[in-house]
T-cell receptor, first 110, second 116 residues
Framework: GQQVMQIPQYQHVQEGEDFTTYCNSS?????IQWYKQRPGGHPVFLIQ?????EVKKQKRLTFQFGEAKKNSSLHITATQTTDVGTYFC??????????FGTGTRLKVLA | DAGITQSPRHKVTETGTPVTLRCHQT?????MYWYRQDPGHGLRLIHY???????DKGEVSDGYSVSRSKTEDFLLTLESATSSQTSVYFC???????????????FGPGTRLTVT
């Protein structure tokens, strides 16, 4: 079945450093979503990418969808302690079924 | 946050006992999901529902059953709990808006289940 791999599994950065997490699929995706889960919390939707090569920005967060629609990335510029959490990508399988990546846990050291 | 509640929020139970977790939504969304979250595995889909009495299996459905008799409620039952089912369980809802491609999921607060 469809698989979504996410790397790295963990990342520790100093506050102010940049951070990137990558999501790779074994099959071509129709679209991809990104979620953030704060420690002890529940996943919260960040964004959806639909078009090949699409780039979207939310303040310090930049999301990219690969040209072949098989990979995606989330880049955070100048991390802050509020960025701590686990970031998940999710691929849509069929019309309403979601396959989540394993997540990247980000720790920001002040 | 979307109107999603889960009950109970915490539960400790013994191996072999039946357990039912409840998810309740006030958003009138058509689609509802149950996930389990374990370290190193991310979120894995257990079962999902695409309408009242319409359910289907996810990738880790063995040992679990679900029911949806009303739009707002989606129940997850562990028929005979095992220690491998110790996990955090999340319910989620989504909807496909007319004319739009965006159908993000909204998650409930989670239920922490420990099977001893």
């Amino acid at each position: 079945g469809q698989q979504v791999m996410q790397i790295p599994q963990y990342q520790h950065v100093q506050e102010g450093e940049d951070f990137t997490t990558y999501c790779n699929s074994s099959t071509t995706l129709s679209n991809i979503q990104w979620y953030k889960q704060r420690p002890g919390g529940h996943p919260v939707f960040l964004i959806q990418l639909v078009k090949s090569g699409e780039v979207k920005k939310q303040k310090r967060l930049t999301f990219q969808f690969g040209e072949a629609k098989k990979n995606s990335s989330l880049h955070i510029t100048a991390t802050q302690t509020t960025d701590v959490g686990t970031y998940f990508c999710a691929a849509i399988s069929g019309t309403y079924k979601y396959i989540f990546g394993t997540g990247t846990r980000l720790k920001v050291l002040a | 946050d979307a109107g999603i509640t889960q009950s109970p929020r915490h539960k400790v139970t013994e191996t072999g006992t039946p357990v039912t977790l409840r998810c309740h939504q006030t958003e009138n969304h058509r689609y509802m999901y149950w996930y389990r979250q374990d370290p190193g595995h991310g979120l894995r889909l257990i079962h999902y529902s695409y309408g009242v009495k319409d359910t289907d299996k996810g990738e880790v459905s063995d040992g679990y059953s679900v029911s949806r008799s009303k739009t707002e409620d989606f129940l997850l039952t562990l028929e005979s709990a095992t220690s491998s089912q110790t996990s955090v369980y999340f319910c989620a809802i989504s909807e496909i808006p007319t004319g739009g491609a965006s159908y993000e999921q909204y998650f409930g607060p989670g239920t922490r289940l420990t099977v001893t």
